[in-house]
């Protein structure tokens, strides 16, 4: 397959009410436990505007919902964010949007403090990837700073995701900080991660605008 909106749905599709959103309530040490590395950049983000790309069910929205101002939901399944309504009904300032796949439709050029994507842009085709980074840069305002959890996978280029460890994608952290730095942010960390079995599978990146 070498459509790229072929290969995006079918991306997503892999998610639709998946048994992963209940598991993945358990997991979450990784992400907001004291001396993860997601937390300590996390911890540099001004969320008084922020986006969570690729939200899944919540669970890391429910994280932050005490220290967060207007908190935007961005999913491509429907389903997903259907959920996240019912979550978090109770709390004002929440904007759900189910997107295509590779865009941040209705969020405003220059409006947003902060955007974070966790475990989702590492299956994302670096295709996405370059989409979302030019989106990234157009919604967040001057020193507007997002979070990236991006796959470190530099092998098997043009393969299957299917094939390689933990499904991620084609990836590689200097590339995808070469895109970044093309769509105007600037790097202000990009650190290598472990993954379980994986030394070295993903990145993150800390960027602004
Ligand atoms: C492994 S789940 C992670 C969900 C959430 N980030 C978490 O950590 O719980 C992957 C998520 O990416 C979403 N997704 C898949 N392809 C996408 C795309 N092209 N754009 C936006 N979201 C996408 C899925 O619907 C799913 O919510």
Known sequence: MTDPAALRRAIAAEWEESPYYAAAEGWLDTFWSEGSPFL???RQLDLSRVVELACGRGRHAAQILDQAGEITLVDVLESNIAACRA????????????????????????????????????HFELTDVWSYLRETARILRP???ALLHVSNFMEHPG?????????????GLPVIRHLAARAGLSTLAAEVLDWPGAPGLDGLLLLER
Not at 95 to 120: H, K, T
Not at 159 to 171: A, E, K, M, S, V
């Open 40 to 42: 300590r950049l996390f």
């Open 87 to 122: 979550r978090f009904a109770g709390r004002e300032r929440m904007v759900f949007i189910v997107n295509a796949g590779d865009d941040l439709p209705g969020i405003e050029d220059a409006s947003r403090s902060a955007l974070f994507c966790y475990d989702a842009m590492v």
């Open 143 to 145: 020193g507007g700073r």
């Open 159 to 171: 393969g299957d995701h299917h094939d390689n460890p933990h499904w991620r994608n084609f990836g």
